[in-house]
Nanobody
Framework: QVQLVESGGGLVQPGGSLRLSCAVS????????MGWYRQAPGKERELVAD???????HYGDSVKGRFTISRDNAKRTVDLQMNSLKPEDTAVYYC???????WGQGTQVTVSS
């Protein structure tokens, strides 16, 4: 069993920044690949970024150079730093545990002036 709890979403103006955090309760966090996904209204859920247990990262094309994923194995958290936000980044953002195949409840990010 694992619980994933996202936080940090909200309303931000275009060009602004937000930092999302996912707290993970699972015992196998240190060997778990973790990911951030997002889903906009009427669209499929898409990968934003993921990070291996050793810290190797992978990003979706639309966020490369603007978003940074990181993890703290001691704290069992995975963060997503989002800079230079655009209106098209508006979506519900979800944290995912690849080991357990589980998702968090999601946090809303809205980029609007």
């Amino acid at each position: 069993q694992v619980q994933l709890v996202e936080s940090g979403g909200g309303l931000v103006q275009p060009g602004g920044s937000l930092r999302l955090s996912c707290a993970v309760s699972g015992s196998f966090f240190s060997i778990d690949r973790m990911g951030w996904y997002r889903q906009a209204p009427g669209k499929e859920r898409e990968l934003v970024a993921d990070i291996s247990p050793g810290g190797i990262t992978h990003y979706g094309d639309s966020v490369k150079g603007r978003f940074t994923i990181s993890r703290d194995n001691a704290k069992r958290t995975v963060d997503l730093q989002m800079n230079s936000l655009k209106p098209e980044d508006t979506a519900v953002y979800y944290c995912k545990s690849f080991f357990y195949g589980s998702w968090g409840q999601g946090t809303q990010v809205t980029v609007s002036s």
